[in-house]
């Protein structure tokens, strides 16, 4: 009888040990593909149509089509404010991006991977703090509550919190505390909001676990890390300086804020008052119509855990426990000062979900050894799954629709715009649509709706006046109404839409946001027959380019004198 020697008995434990790591990191891969291919198959027909984009990302990625064609929205009002509001890192993405796809194209396939990558790292997270079968269990439950993809819209800078956040969460629990300046670095570069997070829950998590806290100030790659995360923040520094417009003028005080009726009874957004603690928790704790069920869920199925696992509970719940108090902690203090440390909602659109599938994943994996029998075993988990399929039922078929922009409709308009008009031309458009040129012809635009914020002062008033110069151009009785304005910003069309002079659909549609929208509709009445206003008789007498309802008008002198000459 032969016996192996310690030489052979060594050689194949590394070969095990090589064929396992390997197993599991084709097992990682598949994880990440099948994301990505779940999230492509929800977006297919977005894939498609070139006019359609979220309405978020739509003031965001517009701009980006200068990068390389530096004649688009040269000293463009809008693109100026919001690049201010971009980020180096996603600035950096987009520039690469572009090269290959236009920035809608660009945003949608950095949604599919955003996807996969967070569901991926769910995995790696129950698998570190549990075992394989928690990281599965992890991995379903991100699936499972679909309510959160509206917070991964490729384009936004805050699309990229919830990997962030999940990779942090996953260093914590792996304990590689030298790792996170770096990942702060990196954060930093793309979605700040997500760093403030981290800082904040680092010091909660030291008092779960101090020992190993102390590695974030240990060894060289911690030290090379906080150095990373310096230069990061002089880069975003050095950028926003750059970058930040000298229009925008002071942000606007809390006690300004609530005096002013844009804040309390709508405006572009309902801001004041802030929302409560608890009701933002009921909208982001898993589901947005029945949003108790997946919250009381995971709370309860820990108490069983509790009572079994004792201080081992404490040590594994630590990373959640610090995210998610961290997160509560900043929303409260952004009420407090208001829009100096962003808006409140921020802080709670993503931790809800990430402790969420955790504690629950958790409270699942642990109770489970202790029934007896297998297919009770099987019972529970399907009765879990079951619970999250009917608590999510319906919110798949929404993924990525609620506020979708699609402007597919006049995608014949757009291909004029980008075509028969020059690049730097300035349009005159209703403030909705306004958005729908930049997007799509890459033209600037006078007034827009989406980065219409009223969190600046000088920005604000001069929002303000836009509106009412543009309105009173579609209002005007003559020519010389018009040709002081066209002037002053240097128009060169006006598109016309004949709904602005119905005052059924103009209520319907709202012609700009709390409280211009009700200024505007006590200025202009419409209590004058259509052919009393200048645009109308402008656009039947001018060659113009029609497209549906809407109609391209030249605004230069020839076209107005055609009228004045009548």
Same mark, same amino acid.
């Given at each position: 009888?032969?016996?192996?020697?310690?030489?052979? +008995?060594?050689?194949?434990?590394?070969?095990?040990?090589?064929?396992?790591?390997?197993?599991?990191?084709?097992?990682?891969?598949?994880?990440?593909?099948?994301?990505?291919?779940? !999230?492509?198959?929800? *977006?297919?027909?977005?894939?498609?149509?070139?006019?359609?984009?979220?309405?978020?990302?739509?003031?965001?990625?517009?701009?980006?089509?200068?990068? @390389?064609?530096?004649?688009?929205?040269?000293? %463009?009002?809008?693109?100026?404010?919001? =690049?201010?509001?971009?980020?180096?890192?996603?600035?950096?993405?987009?520039?690469?991006?572009?090269?290959?796809?236009?920035?809608?194209?660009?945003?949608? $396939?950095?949604?599919?991977?955003?996807?996969?990558?967070?569901?991926?790292?769910?995995?790696?997270?129950?698998?570190? /703090?549990?075992?394989?079968?928690?990281?599965?269990?992890?991995?379903?439950?991100?699936?499972?509550?679909?309510?959160?993809?509206?917070?991964?819209?490729?384009?936004?800078?805050?699309?990229?919190?919830?990997?962030?956040?999940?990779?942090?969460?996953?260093?914590?629990?792996?304990?590689?505390?030298?790792?996170?300046?770096?990942?702060?670095?990196?954060?930093?570069? /793309?979605?700040?909001?997500?760093?403030?997070?981290?800082?904040?829950?680092?010091?909660?998590?030291?008092?779960?676990?101090?020992? @190993?806290?102390?590695?974030?100030?240990?060894?060289?790659?911690?030290?090379?890390?906080? !150095?990373?995360?310096?230069?990061?923040?002089?880069?975003?520094?050095?950028?926003?300086?750059?970058?930040?417009?000298?229009?925008?003028?002071?942000?606007?005080?809390?006690?300004?804020?609530?005096?002013? &009726?844009?804040?309390?009874?709508?405006?572009?957004?309902?801001?004041? &008052?802030? %929302?409560?603690?608890?009701?933002?928790?009921?909208?982001?704790?898993?589901?947005?119509?029945?949003?108790?069920?997946?919250? !009381?869920?995971?709370?309860?199925? *820990?108490?069983?855990?509790?009572?079994?696992?004792?201080?081992?509970?404490?040590?594994?719940?630590?990373?959640?426990?610090?995210?998610?108090?961290?997160?509560?902690?900043?929303?409260?203090?952004?009420?407090?000062?208001?829009?100096?440390?962003?808006? &409140?909602?921020?802080?709670?659109?993503?931790?809800?979900?990430?402790?969420?599938?955790?504690?629950?994943?958790?409270?699942?994996?642990?109770?489970?050894?202790?029934?007896?029998?297998?297919?009770?075993?099987?019972?529970?988990?399907?009765?879990?799954?079951?619970? +999250?399929?009917?608590?999510?039922?319906?919110?798949?078929?929404?993924?990525?629709?609620?506020?979708?922009?699609?402007?597919?409709?006049?995608?014949?308009?757009?291909?004029?715009?980008?075509?028969?008009?020059?690049?730097?031309?300035? +349009?005159?458009?209703?403030?909705?649509?306004?958005?729908?040129?930049?997007?799509?012809?890459?033209?600037? $635009?006078?007034?827009?709706?989406?980065?219409?914020?009223?969190?600046?002062?000088?920005?604000?008033?001069? /929002?303000?006046?836009?509106?009412?110069?543009?309105?009173?151009?579609?209002?005007?009785?003559?020519?010389?109404? +018009? =040709?002081?304005?066209?002037?002053?910003?240097?128009?060169?069309?006006? /598109?016309?839409?004949?709904?602005?002079?119905?005052?059924?659909?103009?209520?319907?549609?709202?012609?700009?946001?709390?409280?211009?929208?009700?200024?505007?509709?006590?200025?202009?009445?419409?209590?004058?027959? %259509?052919?009393?206003?200048?645009?109308?008789?402008?656009?039947?007498?001018?060659?113009?380019?029609?497209?549906?309802?809407?109609?391209?008008?030249?605004?230069?002198?020839?076209?107005?004198?055609?009228?004045?000459?009548?």
């Amino acid at each position: 009888m032969s016996t192996a020697s310690p030489q052979e +008995i060594s050689s194949d434990l590394v070969t095990i040990t090589f064929s396992r790591r390997r197993a599991e990191l084709v097992l990682q891969l598949l994880v990440f593909i099948g994301g990505v291919l779940l !999230c492509a198959h929800y *977006l297919r027909h977005e894939f498609d149509n070139p006019y359609s984009i979220a309405g978020d990302v739509a003031q965001h990625s517009y701009w980006m089509v200068k990068y @390389h064609d530096g004649a688009l929205f040269r000293n %463009e009002f809008y693109s100026t404010y919001a =690049r201010s509001l971009s980020t180096p890192g996603l600035e950096a993405i987009y520039w690469v991006g572009t090269l290959a796809a236009s920035p809608q194209r660009v945003g949608k $396939t950095l949604s599919v991977i955003i996807f996969g990558l967070t569901g991926w790292l769910f995995y790696l997270i129950g698998k570190a /703090i549990h075992n394989h079968a928690t990281g599965f269990l992890m991995l379903y439950l991100w699936l499972g509550f679909p309510n959160h993809t509206d917070e991964i819209d490729g384009g936004l800078h805050r699309s990229f919190a919830f990997p962030l956040l999940a990779l942090f969460v996953y260093l914590l629990a792996k304990r590689r505390m030298g790792w996170i300046p770096w990942l702060m670095a990196v954060g930093l570069l /793309i979605y700040p909001p997500a760093v403030l997070m981290m800082v904040a829950a680092l010091p909660i998590f030291a008092l779960f676990d101090w020992k @190993h806290t102390r590695g974030l100030f240990r060894g060289s790659r911690a030290l090379s890390g906080w !150095c990373a995360v310096i230069a990061a923040a002089l880069v975003v520094y050095t950028m926003r300086q750059l970058f930040k417009p000298d229009f925008l003028g002071p942000m606007m005080t809390g006690q300004e804020m609530a005096e002013d &009726p844009r804040f309390t009874i709508g405006g572009r957004s309902p801001y004041l &008052p802030f %929302e409560t603690l608890w009701n933002t928790l009921r909208v982001y704790a898993f589901n947005s119509n029945e949003p108790m069920i997946g919250f !009381c869920a995971w709370i309860l199925l *820990l108490v069983p855990i509790r009572l079994l696992q004792g201080r081992r509970l404490l040590r594994e719940i630590a990373p959640f426990l610090a995210l998610g108090l961290a997160s509560i902690a900043l929303f409260e203090l952004a009420k407090a000062i208001h829009f100096r440390l962003y808006i &409140p909602r921020r802080y709670l659109q993503f931790s809800p979900v990430i402790v969420g599938a955790a504690m629950l994943a958790l409270a699942a994996a642990a109770v489970l050894p202790f029934l007896r029998w297998k297919w009770l075993q099987a019972v529970l988990v399907l009765a879990v799954i079951g619970l +999250i399929m009917k608590d999510s039922q319906g919110d798949y078929q929404r993924f990525f629709k609620d506020g979708k922009y699609d402007q597919k409709g006049a995608s014949g308009l757009f291909r004029h715009l980008r075509k028969e008009t020059p690049k730097d031309a300035l +349009i005159a458009a209703s403030p909705k649509f306004s958005d729908a040129i930049s997007v799509f012809a890459s033209r600037a $635009t006078l007034l827009k709706y989406e980065l219409s914020h009223p969190w600046y002062k000088n920005y604000r008033a001069e /929002i303000e006046q836009r509106a009412r110069d543009y309105y009173a151009l579609v209002y005007a009785h003559t020519a010389d109404d +018009i =040709r002081p304005i066209r002037d002053k910003y240097g128009i060169d069309y006006f /598109i016309l839409d004949p709904a602005q002079y119905d005052k059924k659909k103009r209520h319907e549609a709202r012609l700009f946001y709390e409280p211009l929208n009700s200024e505007l509709l006590r200025r202009y009445p419409l209590d004058r027959p %259509e052919s009393d206003y200048f645009m109308e008789r402008l656009a039947a007498k001018a060659d113009g380019f029609q497209w549906d309802r809407f109609e391209v008008i030249p605004l230069d002198e020839k076209t107005l004198s055609s009228v004045d000459a009548e």
